[in-house]
């Protein structure tokens, strides 16, 4: 079945650092992969997405690259701020008949402090 | 946002008693979900609909029931509240006209059962 592994921290990072969070999977044929951000107290939101391999979304800062060689979706932002002390899901849609149902990883926790 | 609204947010309830939270929305969305989150496991889906009363479990489904009667509403059953269903719950819906739609969550329902 599907599986989504990612890092589960907790990640702790000063103001304007980098930051990667790293993100693998395991499909069958070309999944949609997200990531969800989820900060305190509020349900997740779309961060980002993409659907075919080498494909890049990016969002308010975040980008990450869809790599079907190394079945990976890392998500990365050059200058982090406070802003952004969130968790962060990383989740694929499976192709073929889904129900576009979402299989999530579990969840790395960032904070970012000034 | 889609206009996502649960019922309850919160509530405190004994072992053994029946309880019912409430999706509502208002977007006309086909496929809604339910959800829970648990520290060390992320998210994890419960029951889905595809349509009203087209519903089907999800990988963690025992000790849950759902009804769809309509198209805005998804009720969520817990018929003999155990401890271990102790979780916040969250739905989410997506309209599923293509690919890749994302899903969008509501603001959750913490459940304590004691």
């Known amino acids: 079945g599907n599986s989504v592994t990612q890092m589960e921290g907790p990640v702790t990072l000063s103001e304007e650092a980098f930051l990667t969070i790293n993100c693998t999977y395991t499909?069958?044929?070309?999944?949609?992969l997200f990531w969800y951000v989820q900060y305190p107290g509020e349900g997740l939101q779309l961060l980002l997405k993409?659907?075919?391999?080498?494909d890049k979304g990016s969002n308010k800062g975040f980008e990450a690259t869809y790599r079907k060689e190394t079945t990976s979706f890392h998500l990365e932002k050059g200058s982090v701020q406070v802003s952004d002390s969130a968790v962060y899901f990383c989740?694929?849609?499976?192709?073929?008949?889904?129900?576009?149902?979402?299989?999530f990883g579990k969840g790395t926790l960032l904070t970012v402090n000034p | 946002d889609a206009g996502i609204t649960q019922s309850p947010r919160h509530k405190v309830t004994e072992t053994g008693t029946p309880v019912t939270l409430r999706c509502h929305q208002t977007?006309?969305?086909?496929?809604m979900y339910w959800y829970r989150q648990d520290p060390g496991h992320g998210l994890r889906l419960i029951h889905y609909?595809?349509?009203?009363?087209?519903?089907d479990k999800g990988e963690v489904s025992d000790g849950y029931s759902v009804s769809r009667s309509k198209t805005e509403d998804f009720l969520l059953t817990l018929e003999s509240a155990t401890s271990s269903q102790t979780s916040v719950y969250f739905c989410?819906?997506?309209?599923?006209?293509?690919?890749?739609?994302?899903?969008?969550f509501g603001p959750g329902t913490r459940l304590t059962v004691t």
């Open positions: 989740a694929l849609e499976g192709v073929g008949g889904s129900n576009y149902k979402l299989t």
């Open positions: 499909a069958t044929g070309y999944p949609s």
């Open positions: 993409a659907t075919k391999a080498d």
């Open positions: 977007e006309n969305h086909r496929y």
């Open positions: 609909s595809y349509g009203v009363k087209d519903t």
């Open positions: 989410a819906t997506t309209a599923g006209l293509a690919l890749q739609d994302e899903q969008y």
